[in-house]
């Protein structure tokens, strides 16, 4: 079965810098994009960084564009989120989620909405103290 379980989170100063994890198994990367979502109390959950293996093709949210940066490892069947610069505004719960999408992504920017996503893991929780 497909399982995502992330990792990482915890408690940060303004300014400082996290990685998050997340370990994928049950399936192959290059037939899914791969990605990272938040969630902060009383908004909706958005899309940070999706990541399409099969073509190399990579999004970013608007408001993380230039701090944080989405990486995968096949080998270690990885995807992370190296996330600097953190800002208050940047505190969430953070989800890796997988949308079956064995196909090159348009213009190589890969969808990255949480309602199309498949699968999802449980979540982990990052605090930006100012």
């Known amino acids: 079965e497909v399982q995502l379980v992330e990792s990482g989170g915890g408690l940060v100063q303004a300014g400082g810098s996290l990685r998050l994890s997340c370990a994928a198994s049950?399936?192959?990367?290059?037939?899914?994009?791969i990605g990272w979502f938040r969630q902060a109390p009383g908004k909706e959950r958005e899309g940070v960084s999706c990541?399409?293996?099969?073509?190399?093709?990579?999004y970013y949210a608007d408001s993380v564009k230039g701090r944080f940066t989405i990486s995968s490892d096949h080998a270690k069947n990885t995807v992370y989120l190296q996330m600097t610069s953190l800002k208050p505004d940047d505190t969430a719960v953070y989800y890796c989620?997988?949308?079956?999408?064995?196909?090159?992504?348009?213009?190589?920017?890969?969808?990255?909405?949480?309602?199309?996503?498949?699968?999802w893991g449980k979540g982990t929780l990052v605090t930006v103290s100012s």
């Open positions: 049950g399936f192959t990367f290059d037939d899914y994009v």
């Open positions: 990541i399409n293996s099969s073509d190399g093709s990579i």
């Open positions: 989620a997988a949308d079956y999408w064995p196909y090159y992504s348009i213009n190589r920017s890969p969808s990255c909405q949480a309602n199309g996503m498949d699968y």
